[in-house]
């Protein structure tokens, strides 16, 4: 049965078993109505109609010849049974022998049968047709209903019409039937090629045809294959970078200890000089790869956030404590303002300081001297907002919607600041705050940056990235 493996193929076999079995009910109605009234029963009821005419026309010609004349001549002539009842419906003339039972008065049933017939007193069923005359008497005629099988009704009545006419709809419901399977199985077919082509570069996005649902699983693979190539992309770039970020400590580590080694470094203070920097460059290296790691930790979701109720402006004032050597260095000042009355804060303290730590740290590198970074903490819309401000030269437009991405440099040249894209200390920040299900993002306007954290007073029972991703 590995014909009817395919979708095309059941959708075919599915809409023809539908007809056939629409065909079959039709079918089934078809020989219950042909049961209840064969031909043969039409053409004996069709029969008694014709002599009951032809019995009142004579009697109306016959000028005083007795109506029971009429009906005896009627009757030998046409072979048929011919009944006079009164109007008070009691039998007067019978034209049977009287070996027969009579036949009592039709009775009126709730339902009205296809076939009107009556049993006699021996149970025997007769066709009848039944007239009033003028008089108010009643006039029947009369026939035994004829013997029929099940075989004979289905052969003579119901096999040509059936096979007639559900040949040739059965012929055309199978020829929509493949239109329709292949309306909605091509675009399926195209969708299930370019999912065994991934992960070619050069796939492009399916074209979106057949039904409203098909379409929609079209638009669904097409937005996943525009993810898998992006992600893709970010994977190489990522590999890229820090290939280019590790290559730079790692020649200088393998330049001074092969001063070292080969004593071109002859002098105590030249191997000293030589050690600072393979210790410097190793700490660097040391940095990156925590970071790294970091990264993945709360990528994957196993970052645990340890979740407890956090007092902001405590934060900002001890992240701005914790800058005072380095700001009294650069000639930079540092102030925070908070709005008075700000409630308390659900969320993982140590990553929250990371957070506001890495955003002071960028500013700071790009703030010139006698400039001012602010820290600022309000409540918004039931959120807690906090931002970090500078006075520096601010960020280009085009690089403001990158500023979060992993190495990302607006300026290639200018090195050694998150602002500006090298490092990933604001690729940190973002994955921290979305893992307390808020969001946080940067204005610049020619002279200052300032970044903006969104962030949920409470927080649902989970505690690492994946399960928050389910939540928000």
Same mark, same amino acid.
């Given at each position: 049965?590995?014909?009817?493996?395919?979708?095309?193929?059941?959708?075919?076999?599915?809409?023809?078993?539908?007809?056939?079995?629409?065909?079959?009910?039709?079918?089934?109605?078809?020989?219950?109505?042909?049961?209840?009234?064969?031909?043969?029963?039409?053409?004996?009821?069709?029969?008694?109609?014709?002599?009951?005419?032809?019995?009142?026309?004579?009697?109306?010609?016959?000028?005083?010849?007795?109506?029971?004349?009429?009906?005896?001549? %009627?009757?030998?002539?046409?072979?048929?049974?011919?009944?006079?009842? !009164?109007?008070?419906?009691?039998?007067?003339?019978?034209? !049977?022998?009287?070996? $027969?039972?009579?036949?009592?008065?039709?009775? $009126?049933?709730?339902?009205?049968?296809?076939?009107?017939?009556?049993?006699?007193?021996?149970?025997?069923?007769?066709?009848?047709?039944?007239?009033?005359?003028?008089?108010?008497?009643?006039?029947?005629?009369?026939?035994?209903? @004829?013997?029929?099988?099940?075989?004979?009704?289905?052969?003579?009545?119901?096999?040509?019409?059936?096979?007639?006419?559900?040949?040739?709809?059965?012929?055309?419901?199978?020829?929509?039937? =493949?239109?329709?399977?292949?309306?909605?199985?091509?675009?399926?077919?195209?969708?299930?090629?370019?999912?065994?082509?991934?992960?070619?570069?050069?796939?492009?996005?399916?074209?979106?045809?057949?039904?409203?649902?098909?379409?929609?699983?079209?638009?669904?693979?097409?937005?996943?294959?525009?993810?898998?190539?992006?992600?893709?992309?970010?994977?190489?770039?990522?590999? %890229?970078?820090?290939?280019?970020?590790?290559?730079?400590?790692?020649?200088?580590?393998?330049?001074?200890?092969?001063?070292?080694?080969?004593?071109?470094?002859?002098?105590?203070?030249?191997?000293?000089?030589?050690?600072?920097?393979?210790?410097?460059?190793?700490?660097?290296?040391?940095?990156?790869?925590?970071?790294?790691?970091?990264?993945?930790?709360?990528?994957?979701?196993?970052?645990?956030?340890?979740?407890?109720?956090?007092?902001?402006?405590?934060? =900002?004032?001890?992240?701005?404590?914790?800058?005072?050597?380095?700001?009294?260095?650069?000639?930079?000042?540092?102030?925070?303002?908070?709005?008075?009355?700000?409630?308390?804060?659900?969320?993982?303290?140590?990553?929250?300081?990371?957070?506001?730590?890495? =955003?002071?740290?960028?500013?700071?590198?790009?703030?010139?001297?006698? !400039?001012?970074?602010?820290?600022?903490?309000?409540?918004?819309?039931?959120?807690?907002?906090?931002?970090?401000?500078?006075?520096?030269?601010?960020?280009?437009?085009?690089?403001? @919607?990158?500023?979060?991405?992993?190495?990302?440099?607006?300026?290639?040249?200018?090195?050694?600041?998150?602002?500006?894209?090298?490092?990933?200390?604001?690729?940190?920040?973002?994955?921290?705050?979305?893992?307390?299900?808020?969001?946080?993002?940067?204005?610049?306007?020619? %002279?200052?940056?300032?970044?903006?954290?969104?962030?949920?007073?409470?927080?649902?029972?989970?505690?690492?990235?994946?399960?928050?991703?389910?939540?928000?």
């Amino acid at each position: 049965m590995r014909v009817f493996s395919s979708l095309r193929a059941r959708l075919w076999l599915s809409y023809a078993l539908l007809v056939v079995t629409a065909l079959g009910i039709v079918a089934i109605v078809l020989f219950a109505y042909l049961w209840r009234n064969p031909f043969l029963y039409r053409q004996t009821l069709e029969r008694l109609r014709a002599v009951e005419t032809m019995v009142l026309e004579r009697d109306i010609q016959a000028q005083g010849q007795p109506l029971a004349v009429t009906m005896e001549k %009627a009757a030998h002539t046409f072979n048929v049974r011919i009944l006079l009842y !009164s109007s008070d419906r009691q039998l007067q003339a019978d034209t !049977s022998s009287a070996d $027969k039972p009579p036949l009592p008065f039709p009775r $009126k049933n709730l339902v009205t049968r296809a076939t009107p017939f009556i049993r006699d007193e021996n149970g025997g069923s007769w066709l009848y047709t039944l007239r009033q005359l003028s008089d108010g008497a009643w006039l029947m005629v009369a026939a035994p209903r @004829p013997r029929l099988s099940i075989v004979n009704v289905f052969t003579d009545d119901l096999l040509p019409l059936f096979f007639e006419g559900g040949f040739v709809a059965l012929l055309l419901s199978l020829v929509v039937a =493949l239109f329709v399977a292949k309306w909605i199985a091509d675009p399926l077919q195209k969708v299930i090629f370019a999912a065994h082509t991934m992960p070619s570069a050069q796939i492009k996005p399916v074209e979106e045809r057949g039904p409203h649902e098909v379409r929609e699983l079209t638009r669904a693979f097409n937005a996943m294959l525009a993810r898998v190539q992006s992600s893709r992309q970010s994977q190489r770039d990522f590999v %890229a970078n820090v290939s280019h970020e590790l290559k730079t400590p790692l020649t200088s580590i393998q330049g001074f200890a092969q001063a070292i080694l080969d004593g071109t470094a002859e002098s105590p203070e030249a191997r000293r000089q030589a050690a600072e920097v393979i210790y410097n460059e190793s700490g660097r290296m040391h940095r990156m790869v925590l970071d790294l790691l970091d990264l993945a930790r709360l990528d994957a979701g196993t970052a645990d956030l340890q979740m407890t109720a956090l007092d902001m402006p405590a934060i =900002l004032n001890a992240t701005a404590e914790k800058f005072s050597p380095q700001l009294q260095k650069s000639g930079v000042t540092i102030k925070v303002d908070i709005s008075p009355n700000l409630p308390a804060l659900i969320g993982d303290g140590d990553r929250l300081a990371q957070v506001f730590t890495n =955003l002071v740290d960028n500013a700071l590198k790009f703030s010139p001297r006698g !400039s001012e970074i602010t820290l600022r903490a309000s409540l918004v819309n039931g959120e807690m907002h906090a931002s970090v401000s500078d006075a520096g030269a601010g960020i280009p437009a085009e690089a403001l @919607p990158h500023v979060f991405d992993r190495f990302y440099q607006a300026d290639p040249a200018r090195k050694g600041g998150e602002k500006h894209g090298a490092g990933l200390g604001l690729a940190i920040v973002r994955q921290i705050v979305q893992a307390h299900g808020g969001r946080i993002s940067v204005r610049s306007g020619g %002279a200052g940056t300032t970044f903006d954290v969104f962030l949920p007073l409470s927080q649902a029972n989970a505690t690492t990235l994946v399960r928050r991703r389910n939540l928000f």
